[in-house]
């Protein structure tokens, strides 16, 4: 395994422009992620904030700009080289993205399989670890529609996590769970990523998810990083745009 990233910074963007079927989506990106915490980004529907995350572990390339990932510039890097990257990054996408003709256990098991891990009992060891961190001791032979919503988030997380990753991506890992249930998931996110000193880089439209989980938080719009700061920056921001989007949401309470 690569050394673990120790540089102030896990991501740092500069100048990054994207453009996706003929619109340009990121207009000049400039981020700096800080490592061992946790980075909430918000937005609105269409801002670009899952265009955004997939370009930090390279499932997106930029058209210009500049990534590096733990001190490593990206853009240039052939694929097996962005696969190193990649199995230092956990990723959660925005629909959970389980595998439905695989069981629980083979989901979770899926990124060491990846990876190279082949023995079955080790394996096994690995997913009953991971789903037992979950909260979903037992469920490695249930398949993914047969799980509630919660119980998928669950299940992608401990995918996402399985490998130990020093970052760990997710998108909207709260959409669709009711408040409660937003609440806990939010709640073991937090502890994981705590407990593991992981980077996180977290998507959500979520305040009450945000302010669980966030150390740091980035606000984008019309492609562009707006706001950079802490919860009480966040909350003090003069920003019309940011204004709007904390009450709009409920950010008030
Ligand atoms: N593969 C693609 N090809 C073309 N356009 C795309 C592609 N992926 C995203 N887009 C466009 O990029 C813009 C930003 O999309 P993105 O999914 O990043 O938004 P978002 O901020 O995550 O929104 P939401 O909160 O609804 O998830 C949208 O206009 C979307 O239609
Ligand atoms: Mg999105």
Redesign the pocket.
Known sequence: MADKATSEFFFELSEVHTS??G?A?LRGVNLEIPTGKTTVIL?G????????LKHLNGLIRSRSGVISVAGEEIQSMSEPELLKIRKRIGILF?DGALFDSMTVGENVAFPLVEQGWKDQRELDAAVAQALEHVGLPGEERKMPAKLSGGMRKRASLARAMIFHPECLLCD?PTAGLDPILSETISRLIRALVKERETTAVV?T?DLGAMRIMADHVVFLRDGKVRFSGDLDELEASGDEGIRQFLSATGGGG
Do not use: P
Not at 45 to 52: I, P, R, T, Y
């Open positions: 996706l079927g619109k989506i937005g529907s269409g801002a670009g904030k899952s265009v955004l925005q909207e998507v439209h």
